[in-house]
């Protein structure tokens, strides 16, 4: 469903199906933090998947695996990148042999350090949570300080009321945040 997909400029845009504003610069700066195949990359919580789609569409070696409640209409990503949970109470195994979690706009404050407190054990390295600024100082709340540290990069192509927060685990000393690729013209 690609080919659906409309050009992103670097100026942040709200789009239908889209949780964030999106922009070329926000999908850089992504396609930077998220690791490569094999290494997985969960979306937890993907709605319509649009995001996880430009993500794919700019750099098809992000192995992205979209999990969520529902199934929604328009879909921008295929069936065999997405798994439906049996409800909000439940977390992914997946999230167990993932290298890196995405959260965007989570309906649940606390799912972030539900996350972490679950699979923190598992391969996990990095966590992203795109969000409303007013949101991530209540979600940083649950999440372990031992073992952790965040970035916060404020030139991160969203609107000025978004926020794009990044936990690493362990000693990753690389910062794929000043790193991200100049747009290649695929998105």
């Known amino acids: 469903m690609t080919d659906c997909l409309e050009l992103l400029s670097s100026t942040p845009t709200a789009l239908t199906y889209a949780d964030s504003s999106l922009s070329s610069t926000l999908i850089s700066i992504l396609a930077a933090l998220l690791p490569r195949s094999p290494a997985t990359?969960?979306?937890?919580?993907?709605?319509?998947?649009?995001?996880?789609?430009?993500?794919?569409?700019?750099?098809?070696?992000?192995?992205?695996?979209?999990?969520?409640?529902?199934?929604?209409?328009?879909?921008?990503?295929?069936?065999?990148?997405?798994?439906?949970?049996?409800?909000?109470?439940?977390?992914?195994?997946?999230?167990?042999?993932?290298?890196?979690?995405?959260?965007?706009?989570?309906?649940?404050?606390?799912?972030?350090?539900?996350?972490v407190r679950k699979y923190e054990g598992g391969m996990v390295r990095i966590a992203v949570w795109i969000g409303p600024r007013m949101d991530w100082e209540e979600i940083e709340k649950g999440i372990p300080r031992e073992g952790w540290t965040r970035e916060v990069p404020e030139d991160n192509g969203l609107k000025a009321y978004e926020a794009l927060v990044v936990w690493r685990k362990g000693n990753v000393v690389e910062k794929a945040c000043d790193k991200a690729r100049p747009s290649q013209g695929l998105v």
């Open 41 to 115: 990359t969960v979306s937890i919580g993907y709605g319509h998947g649009l995001l996880e789609a430009y993500l794919m569409r700019y750099d098809p070696a992000i192995n992205l695996l979209g999990i969520d409640v529902v199934r929604r209409i328009p879909q921008f990503i295929g069936e065999e990148n997405t798994r439906i949970l049996c409800g909000t109470h439940t977390t992914s195994v997946e999230a167990m042999v993932a290298e890196a979690w995405l959260f965007v706009y989570p309906k649940d404050l606390g799912l972030l350090g539900k996350y």
